[in-house]
């Protein structure tokens, strides 16, 4: 499996705050076969100050230290870039790390406010599009108004959007809502990748078994690795370079 979304790298947003957390989550995501890692902290104005400037470095670091702790997992770098204002003059300056590309289109992972869509989302997707660039929005399933309304990700849909929910919210660790909308997205086809958001060696682990289990049980082994590992494949190719 490839997991495209996850807080590994530490001490620079809300996931892992120190080496020894982050090395531990790359171990359990090396048990729970996840070949590949995408590591994609928050660029979050006004709290997660982070761009491509702040993450190469810190990543970099990461990835030399796994490797001499003997772990094979391969890790790469991207960004979970919050909806703002903002995001449009970092992509002007190249300050966002991408999550990859899809059909020729450069892909970054967007994050919504949890609580709700955020005013003028429809027009940011138009403006990206117009600049060859797609988003991959990050657990759709979690957003509340979506959890109310899941109907209202279709118009993203029709601007080019992909979704990737959390494994977790597949294995109904997020809750019955979060659960149910999974499925309501995973039922209609409109569902690309399955990534573990992981935080926490504990807490939130970078456990997509578990799901994949789920998803099986769902839509069969074919589509389930799908999500989890044909697809991510396709997406981070750029990043990684061979194909599983």
Known sequence: MIDIHNHVIPGIDDGADSLEQALAMLELAQADGIQKLVCTPHMHPGRFENNVGTIRPAFTGLQKQAAEAGLTIELAMAAEVRFSDEMMFQLRKDEIPMIGQWDSYQCLLLEMPHQRIPVGMEQMLDWLQKREVRVVIAHPERNKELMSY?????????????????????????????????RWFVDRGLVHFVASD???????????????????????????????????????????????
């Open 150 to 182: 899941p109907e209202r990700v279709l118009p993203f849909i029709d601007r080019g959007a992909l979704l990737q929910l959390t494994a977790g919210s597949v294995a109904g660790l997020f809750g019955e809502k979060a659960e149910t909308t999974a």
């Open 198 to 244: 992981a935080h926490h060696p504990v807490r939130r682990p970078p456990a997509m078994a578990l799901a994949a289990r789920t998803l099986s049980q769902w839509v069969g082994s074919e589509q389930c690795a799908q999500l989890t590992s044909e697809n991510p494949d396709k997406l981070t190719q750029c990043l990684f370079g061979d194909a599983l």
